[in-house]
């Protein structure tokens, strides 16, 4: 039987913390798919911004964010950047 991969328990933590901020802004964005486009539509002209994959992958601790990704997310989860960066730092840095 293959052994399942362990993943970084403070990433885990971080995406856990992003998917409650993204649930929280209401029960239209509940799934990831309907998060990514309502917010393609409403903030970035209905271009694609991320994937599914990439957005399940960072929300389950599988992938680190790219400065790219850190910032649309911010920006699509309404919260400040810079806020977003403390809330990570303190989990990672514990």
Request: proline share 2%; aromatic share 12%.
């Given at each position: 039987?293959?052994?399942?991969?362990?993943?970084?328990?403070?990433?885990?933590?971080?995406?856990?913390?992003?998917?409650?901020?993204?649930?929280?802004?209401?029960?239209?964005?509940?799934?990831?798919?309907?998060?990514?486009?309502?917010?393609?539509?409403?903030?970035?002209?209905?271009?694609?911004?991320?994937?599914?994959?990439?957005l399940?992958?960072?929300?389950?601790?599988?992938?680190?964010?790219?400065?790219?990704?850190f910032?649309?997310?911010?920006?699509?989860?309404?919260?400040?950047?810079?806020?977003?960066?403390e809330?990570?730092?303190?989990i990672?840095?514990?």
């Amino acid at each position: 039987m293959a052994e399942r991969k362990k993943y970084d328990e403070k990433l885990v933590k971080i995406g856990e913390v992003l998917k409650l901020r993204r649930k929280a802004l209401g029960e239209q964005y509940k799934t990831r798919e309907q998060f990514i486009d309502l917010r393609a539509q409403e903030l970035f002209g209905g271009e694609a911004w991320i994937s599914p994959r990439h957005l399940a992958n960072i929300e389950l601790g599988k992938n680190w964010i790219s400065f790219e990704k850190f910032f649309a997310l911010s920006l699509a989860l309404e919260v400040d950047p810079l806020e977003l960066f403390e809330d990570i730092r303190k989990i990672y840095c514990s």
